[in-house]
C-alpha cells in the first residue's frame, strides 16, 4: 500500500471490525476488574466492622477500603513498562492473577487485617496500563481515541451498575461471596484476553497512550495538568472517605433509614438521574467551551452535597438529594477531567500525563480511606464529622480550580510517517505549525509517529492531508 493509501485511510472515521473486537474485548476486561473494584464500595464498611480487630483498630476499616488505591498507584506505570518488555498478554494475566488471588485472601478472612492484605494484593494487579498499550497495539492512530473512549465509558457504566447490585448481592451470598465473585470474574476476565482479544501483529511504545521515562519533567513541571492530578486525588479521596462511613449512616438501627437490601433502591433512581443530567453539563462545556464553569460548578455541586449530608444525614430523603447531587457533580469531573488531561498535555506527551494522573487518582483512593478511617469512631458514630472534613477537602479543591485558565480546546491526532532523519523531522513539524489551526505538532522517529494538536473548529483537514501526504 502507498504513503498517499495509508494517509487516507487514517482520515476514515470508521474502525475495522478486529479494531471494534479489540476495544470491545479490552473494555470488557477493564470492566470486569472495576466491577470487581467497585462492588465492594456500597457494602464493605458494615461488613468489616462485624470482622476481628476492627474494634480495636477501626481505622483499618477505612485504609482496608482504600487500599487497593496504594498498590495501584505504585505499580501500574511499572506494570505497562513490563508489558514492553514481556509482552502485554502476559503482563495482564499476571495482574488479573493477583487481583485474582488478594479477592480469595480477602474472602477467606475472618480478621480485618486479613481483609486489609487481601484488599493490598488485589490492588497488586494493576494492569490499567497494560491493557491501554495493547489497545494502542490493537488500533490505528486515529482511531485509538474511540478505543480508549469505550474503555472509560466501561468503567463509568461498571461504577453505577455496582452501586445497585452490591446491596443486592450482599444479601444473597454476603461480602465473603462478593470476594469470592471478583476472583472469579477477574479468571474470566484473563480467558477473554486469550480467546477473544486478537494478538498483536506488532508490540511497540506509543507516547500518546503509555508513558515515556524522558517526558515526566515536563509532565511534573505542568502547572495545569498538576492542578488536575491534585483534582482526581482530592476526587477519589472524598468519594472513598464518604463510603467509609455512609452505608454505615443507612444500616444504622437507630436512625432506622433503609435496611442494606433495600439500599439498591436509593442507588438505582441516584444513578440514573445522575448520569442523565450530567449530558447537558457535559455537553455546554465541551460544545460551548465553557469548560472551567462547569468544572467549578461540578465541585461546588460536590461541597453542598458534603454539607447536606453533615446537617441532615438523619433523613433518607435529604440522603437522596445529596446523592444525586453528589453524583451529578462527580460524574461530570469523571468525565471532564480525562479530556482535560489530553487538552492540556504536551503533543506525544499525552501518555505520560495521563500515567501520573492514574497514579494521583489511585493513590487519592488510598488517601480517601485512611482520612476517613482516622476520622471516624464507631463508638461515637461521628458521621456528620466525616462529611464535613470531606467538604473541606472539596473547599481546596475549590479554591484551587478557581485559579485555572480555559483550557485550549484542541484535539490530539496522530499518524504513521515514513521519515528517515530529524531534519525531516522538523521539515514536517513546521509545515503542519504553519497551517492554521495546528497548535502543536511532534515527530517521534523512533515510532515513525507525527503526533500533533489541531482546533477541529478551525482546521482544514484536507490541508494536513495534502502536507502529509507530500512527506
Keep these: 500500500m502507498t504513503q498517499e493509501a495509508n494517509i487516507e ?6 474502525m475495522t471490525r478486529e479494531e471494534r473486537k ?7 476486561i477493564f470492566s470486569l476488574r472495576m466491577l470487581g473494584l467497585f462492588l465492594i464500595l456500597p457494602v464493605f464498611s458494615t461488613y468489616a466492622h462485624g470482622l476481628k480487630g476492627a474494634l480495636e483498630h477501626p481505622a483499618l476499616v477505612g485504609i482496608a477500603l482504600g487500599a487497593y488505591g496504594l498498590t495501584q498507584a505504585i505499580l501500574q506505570i511499572p506494570f505497562g513498562m513490563l508489558s514492553d518488555r514481556f509482552g502485554r498478554k502476559p503482563v495482564i ?19 480485618i487485617e486479613g481483609v486489609l492484605l487481601g484488599r493490598i494484593i488485589q490492588g497488586s494487579g494493576a494492569v490499567a496500563a497494560a491493557v491501554i498499550a495493547l489497545a494502542a ?9 474511540k478505543a480508549m473512549a469505550m474503555i472509560g465509558i466501561t468503567i463509568g457504566i461498571s461504577f453505577a451498575i455496582s452501586m445497585v447490585l452490591a446491596p443486592i448481592l450482599n444479601a444473597w451470598i454476603g461480602v465473603s461471596g462478593i470476594f469470592w465473585l471478583t476472583g472469579v470474574l477477574a479468571l474470566l476476565s484473563i480467558l477473554i484476553l486469550y480467546v477473544v482479544v486478537p494478538d498483536p501483529v506488532n508490540t511497540s511504545h506509543h507516547s500518546d497512550s503509555e508513558v515515556t521515562m524522558g517526558m515526566f519533567s515536563e ?10 492530578d491534585a483534582g482526581v486525588l482530592m476526587l477519589h479521596a472524598s468519594l472513598t472517605s464518604l463510603f467509609v462511613v ?27 438521574l445522575s448520569f442523565v443530567l450530567m449530558i447537558p453539563l457535559i455537553i455546554v462545556a465541551e460544545a460551548k467551551r465553557k469548560m472551567k464553569q462547569i468544572f ?10 458534603c454539607v447536606m449530608l453533615a446537617m441532615a444525614h438523619t433523613s433518607l430523603f435529604w440522603i437522596a438529594i445529596a446523592l444525586l447531587l453528589f453524583f451529578i457533580g462527580f460524574n461530570t469531573l469523571e468525565a471532564s477531567l480525562p479530556s482535560l488531561v489530553a487538552k492540556y498535555a504536551p503533543a506525544g506527551a499525552k501518555g505520560t500525563a495521563v500515567g501520573v494522573f492514574n497514579t494521583s487518582q489511585f493513590f487519592g483512593a488510598f488517601l480517601g480511606g485512611l482520612l476517613g478511617g482516622l476520622v471516624y469512631h464507631p463508638d461515637i458514630q461521628n458521621y456528620a464529622t466525616v462529611f464535613w472534613v470531606v467538604a473541606g477537602v472539596l473547599v481546596l479543591w475549590l479554591l484551587l480550580a478557581l485559579g485555572m485558565t480555559q483550557p485550549p480546546y484542541l484535539a490530539s491526532r496522530s499518524f504513521t510517517v515514513a521519515l528517515k532523519s530529524q531534519a525531516e523531522a522538523k521539515a514536517l513539524e513546521d509545515k503542519l505549525l504553519a497551517l492554521q489551526g495546528v497548535a502543536e505538532a511532534v515527530v517521534v522517529l523512533e515510532e515513525s509517529t507525527i503526533y ?4 477541529s473548529k478551525v482546521v482544514d483537514e484536507k490541508e494536513v492531508f495534502k502536507v502529509l501526504n507530500n512527506t
Design 9 to 14: 485511510e487514517s482520515f476514515s472515521t470508521d
Design 22 to 28: 479489540s476495544a470491545v474485548s479490552l473494555a470488557s
Design 93 to 111: 494475566a499476571v495482574g488479573m492473577l493477583l487481583f485474582a488471588l488478594g479477592s480469595v485472601i480477602a474472602a477467606i478472612s475472618t480478621s
Design 137 to 145: 497495539d490493537l488500533t490505528r492512530d486515529e482511531h485509538r481515541t
Design 219 to 228: 509532565i511534573l513541571q505542568h502547572t495545569s495538568l498538576l492542578r488536575l
Design 246 to 272: 455512609l452505608p454505615l449512616v443507612l444500616a444504622d438501627k437507630q436512625l432506622d433509614l433503609l435496611a442494606m437490601p433495600d439500599q439498591w433502591k436509593l442507588y438505582l433512581p441516584v444513578m440514573l
Design 296 to 305: 467549578v460548578l461540578s465541585i461546588a455541586m460536590l461541597i453542598a452535597a
Design 452 to 455: 500533533f494538536k489541531v482546533d
